[in-house]
């Protein structure tokens, strides 16, 4: 009998567990995940582990389907040619589909002193670095939190609760993606907390050093400790693999996630640009895209053409301390809308998505195939940013030409 598909899966986040989970479809696809942990990090519950109301360590055995083999490493070149994953051990992992989900991390800051002074929080060691720290500063010492999307506003929250006096410095405006009514609500409960705002152009930080931040507008903010959450960036792996990648460092692909270098190499989550138009970052975009990269490997080795993205939910859920949160509603082109669920019943909400994500990965672990999200009909919302960006016509032509697969003596070899 002719051995299995091999499918190496890089990265072991949202997109990463997703994808592998799915893979195992088949029996006749050998699937290994390379990640750098032995555990799986719960990002959206990092911001807990800084308030110290919770945990984001989640162990593998329960999101991880038994028949996919992990190994605890890093990834340092692929050889697109050679069809094998350079491993920081030194070892190779040979394969005939990779799935590329490296996911993203702090976009190390450009700003004088950040990086000597600030603590990033994006990734579970970055938040192992600050806790020390933070436990060691005095509970009136002055913190300032960097950043005002989800992470900054949710960290400033739940420091805030537990006594802390905490600036926001937003160095634009107050959760970006919120429509304004959300973002009054968000205001208003960062308000009640004691939370100081700082927002507009003029609140661009400049400068850090040991003990204050410096705005555009030449003010200088006491600060005992900084944390940094403003943007994210992606590894480097992609480009210093020779791999087409947008200005991020985003692998470039098209509308089926599969790079525009190699169709055996294929793409999801953060570290995606498909058609160079990248989703937002989020594990709501993460885990469809996860499953439907998936998808377009499962369908060439079937012989069939894989099928191009969908539209995708439009939400942000923001926790505001223990008690209180917000569900802000989006559209198919994921716009925030009028829309939204505030207060306790927002706080519950963002609860339930936080176990429901979990509990998405372990039954696709336990019954790989019956995630669906990824496949809600329509598609308008993706195509009008498409066509927004100037990338329709081209992205459209791709998957028209989209192969459904190599030979089928290579495809199933059972």
Known sequence: ???????????????GVMAANRLTRRDDVSVTLVNPRPAFVHRIRLHQVVGGTGTAVVDYREVLARDVRLVVDSVTRIDAA???????????????????????????PQVPGAAEFAYPIAALEEVQRL????DAAPVPAAVTVVGAGPTGIETAAELAERGRGVTLVCGGVLGPYLHRRGRRSVAGRLAALGVKVVQG???????????????????????????????????????????????????????????????????????????GLALRMSCQTAMPLGARAADTILSRLAGQRPEPLRRLPGAQCVSLGRG???????????????????????????????????????????KPGGYRLHRLKGVAGRRAALAGAGAGAAADERVSQARPGPAAEETIKA
């Open 1 to 15: 009998m002719a051995g299995k598909t091999d499918v190496v899966v890089v990265g072991g986040g949202y997109a």
């Open 82 to 108: 050679g069809r094998s994953a350079q491993l920081a051990s030194g070892a190779a992992v040979g394969y005939d589909y990779l799935l590329y989900a490296v996911g993203s991390g702090s976009a190390g």
């Open 201 to 275: 152009p003029a609140a661009e930080v400049v400068a850090v050093t040991r003990e204050a931040v410096r705005l555009a507008d030449g003010r200088e903010l006491p600060s005992a400790l900084t944390i940094w959450t403003a943007g994210f960036g992606v590894p480097d792996l992609a480009r210093r693999s020779g791999l087409g990648t947008d200005a991020l460092g985003r692998l470039l692909t098209d509308e089926t996630l599969t790079s525009v270098d190699d169709d055996r190499i294929v793409a999801a989550g953060d570290s995606a640009a498909p058609s």
């Open 131 to 134: 806790l020390p720290v933070l």
């Open 324 to 366: 209180t949160g917000v569900f802000q509603f989006g559209n198919r082109s994921d716009v925030a809308v009028w829309f939204h669920i505030g207060g306790r019943l927002g706080a519950r909400m963002k609860e339930a998505v936080c176990k429901g994500v979990v509990r998405h990965l372990a039954d696709e672990a336990r």
